[in-house]
Each structure stands twice: as C-alpha cells, then as structure tokens.
C-alpha cells in the first residue's frame, strides 16, 4: 500500500484559498484513484472530491462543486485540492485517499480507499 502524506492546510478568513497537497512517501499514486474527505469534530468522514488514476475523471460534493478543485501530477507523486471561496463550514481534517481502480474509475465512498494520509486541519474563521 502507498504511504500518503497530506500538506497545506492552515488557519484561512472565510473567502480566502488553500492548496492542500498529497504526496506519497512509499510507493507510487499512478494506478490509483485519489479521493479528498473531511472530517469535523463528532462528524462523520465526508467525501469531497476524487480523481480518476488518468486524471480523465473528477467528482465532487455538492456542497464543494464550483468552489474546489481535484488535481494531480503522477510524475510527481501527488495529488491536489485547491480550495477557493472558503466557508467557515469547510473547516475540518481533510484526509486523502488511494486505491487502485481501472482507467476512468472514481469513488465517493471511503470503504473503497485503502490507503490514507493523517489529515491536515483546516480552519475558516468567519
């Protein structure tokens, strides 16, 4: 299993950006399928966005379509979520997730994912 490893997140005034990064530490993204979840405190993990292992695919939450965007670069081992007019409700861990899925596959269910990162906090202030 790759061993991911997530950046980026930070404390951000509502309207403002963020650029979350995933990176893989051990092994390689390029066959996998690369999901975004958030979690606040006493919530479940929420899905927000993934992308197919060929970049082809991306789907997001509605409560996040217009607004982030799901990217990744397998050369260089990463994954990517730049997230734009921030809501103080986007505040949470927001983790990443891989598996291994065909060309065009993506997943809104975190069972499907094997490998995680430990999440990275983001806070919106209002």
């Known amino acids: 299993q790759v061993q991911l490893v997530e950046s980026g997140g930070g404390l951000v005034q509502a309207g403002g950006s963020l650029r979350l990064s995933c990176s893989a530490s051990?092994?390689?993204?390029?066959?996998?399928?690369m999901g975004w979840f958030r979690q606040a405190p006493g919530k479940e993990r929420d899905f927000v966005a993934s992308?197919?292992?060929?970049?082809?695919?991306?789907v997001y939450a509605d409560s996040v379509k217009g607004r982030f965007t799901i990217s990744r670069d397998n050369a260089k081992n990463t994954a990517y979520l730049q997230m734009n007019s921030l809501k103080p409700e986007d505040s949470a861990v927001y983790y990443c997730?891989?598996?291994?899925?065909?060309?065009?596959?993506?997943?809104?269910?975190?069972?499907?994912?094997?490998?995680w990162g430990q999440g990275t906090q983001v806070t919106v202030s209002s």
């Open positions: 051990q092994g390689t993204i390029a066959g996998d399928v």
């Open positions: 997730g891989a598996y291994a899925a065909p060309a065009g596959w993506t997943s809104r269910w975190p069972g499907d994912f094997r490998s």
């Open positions: 992308i197919s292992y060929d970049g082809a695919r991306s």
